[in-house]
T-cell receptor, first 117, second 114 residues
Framework: GENVEQHPSTLSVQEGDSAVIKCTYS??????FPWYKQELGKRPQLIIDIRSNVGEKKDQRIAVTLNKTAKHFSLHITETQPEDSAVYFCAATIANAGGTSYGKLTFGQGTILTVHP | DTGVSQNPRHKITKRGQNVTFRCDPISEHNRLYWYRQTLGQGPEFLTYFQNEAQLEKSRLLSDRFSAERPKGSFSTLEIQRTEQGDSAMYLC????????????FGSGTRLTVV
């Protein structure tokens, strides 16, 4: 089955700096890679996702890159703010050709991001 | 809020007791997933349904665990003869076939077995 490794487990940055979190996956059939932000005691919330037919996607201060050959994908947060402090999880799954049907998600172990004011 | 609803939010039970959790997905979502999350770890897949059919179960789902979605709407997850190792957050998520927006998670049920 799929295995997702995530690094680093903790990341501490100063406000305004960039943060990068990296994940690798094992199943070359995986083609949908979401990132979730989870604040303490709250539900995981989707912040950005990428499908295997693109190499990069950006949404304001957040971007995700995907290298299918190397089977790794990364989350980039620029101009970090204290409210970005949370646990971030990457995940992988196989979606159908239209990207409209999803099986189970396999999650990474999580990265605790702390942004110091 | 028309998101995914889970009840109860917290459950404390004695070892050996049975517990049941409920998940109400977003009304039009036909897929429903159960995950378990322990402290400091990512969610682990347990099982998922398409409508009322249970399509996949993880090997993590021992014989003490059973999940149902009898009418293709809400789902229940029952744990029989609870053990301390069952203590975790149980998360439910739903998605809609044909929708490109992926999963929506509920807030979870935190189980503590004492």
């Amino acid at each position: 089955g799929e295995n997702v490794e995530q690094h680093p487990s903790t990341l501490s940055v100063q406000e305004g700096d960039s943060a990068v979190i990296k994940c690798t996956y094992s199943d070359s059939a995986s083609n949908y890679f979401p990132w979730y932000k989870q604040e303490l005691g709250k539900r995981p919330q989707l912040i950005i996702d990428i499908r295997s037919n693109v190499g990069e996607k950006k949404d304001q201060r957040i971007a995700v890159t995907l290298n299918k050959t190397a089977k790794h994908f990364s989350l980039h947060i620029t101009e970090t703010q204290p409210e970005d402090s949370a646990v971030y999880f990457c995940a992988a799954t196989i979606a159908n050709a239209g990207g409209t049907s999803y099986g189970k998600l396999t999650f990474g172990q999580g990265t605790i991001l702390t942004v110091h004011p | 809020d028309t998101g995914v609803s889970q009840n109860p939010r917290h459950k404390i039970t004695k070892r050996g007791q049975n517990v049941t959790f409920r998940c109400d997905p977003i009304s039009e979502h036909n897929r429903l997933y159960w995950y378990r999350q322990t402290l400091g770890q990512g969610p682990e897949f347990l099982t998922y349904f398409q409508n009322e059919a249970q399509l996949e179960k993880s090997r993590l789902l021992s014989d003490r665990f059973s999940a149902e979605r009898p009418k293709g709407s809400f789902s229940t997850l029952e744990i029989q003869r609870t053990e301390q190792g069952d203590s975790a957050m149980y998360l439910c998520a739903s998605s809609l076939e044909g929708n490109r927006y992926g999963y929506t998670f509920g807030s979870g049920t935190r189980l503590t077995v004492v």
